[in-house]
């Protein structure tokens, strides 16, 4: 017996889209320094979830500025690396941050509703290796004492989709008073018993 047989095949296209796994960052440390003194934090479970290397991690330190162009920050160091900040601006709900190859976007709207009251940030961006729990170092202007609010902003990468994580907190500079040196330039034999004038307006 004789059989004639056909095969037909048909291709079927499958395809996956990229899913961001996100990361739940958390920082522990210094949430009080003194005035003229560095405070220091871990920020820990920063790894990727997603290993395979088609995920990237960009992280971002944003402080509201305590007022406009003035920065309560006079510098970051991740791990004895100095982070450069850029200025930034809340525009229509973007955080713009003017860089070094013009300007980008921090898809956040977070600071308004971490009850950021200026539209006048600092933006500092961590370097893309970092060591497992890295240490944060912030050092504020001289003299400077108060809260100043922050943002940690990870903002995760998987081709074409990115999702972004923010994570508020605060630290709070307290004010030290300064000690300073009475020196007396010229002594008076004064009698006893007998009044004499200092002139303290000198002393800063």
Excluded: C
Excluded at 86 to 97: E, K, Q, S, T
């Amino acid at each position: 017996v004789e059989m004639d047989t056909k095969v037909q095949t048909s291709f079927v296209v499958a395809q996956w889209s990229p899913v961001v796994d996100m990361i739940d960052a958390t920082i522990t440390g210094d949430d009080v320094a003194d005035e003229d003194t560095a405070a220091t934090f871990i920020i820990s479970d920063i790894d990727l979830i997603d290993t395979d290397g088609s995920e990237h991690m960009s992280l971002y330190l944003v402080a509201r500025n305590p007022s406009a162009g003035s920065s309560a920050i006079e510098s970051v160091e991740v791990n004895g690396f100095v982070a450069s900040g850029a200025p930034a601006v809340l525009i229509d709900g973007d955080l713009v941050v003017q860089g070094e190859g013009g300007e980008y976007l921090l898809d956040t709207d977070a600071p308004e509703d971490a009850s950021f009251d200026f539209t006048d940030y600092s933006v500092y961006e961590l370097p893309s290796s970092l060591p497992k729990d890295p240490s944060v170092s912030i050092l504020p202007v001289p003299h400077f004492s108060g809260q100043v609010n922050l943002l940690l902003v990870a903002v995760v990468t998987d081709g074409p989709v990115s999702e972004t994580s923010v994570k508020p907190f605060q630290i709070e500079f307290m004010p030290v008073a300064d000690d300073f040196t009475l020196f007396v330039a010229n002594m008076t034999e004064v009698e006893n018993g007998a009044s004499f004038v200092v002139d303290v307006k000198a002393i800063d």
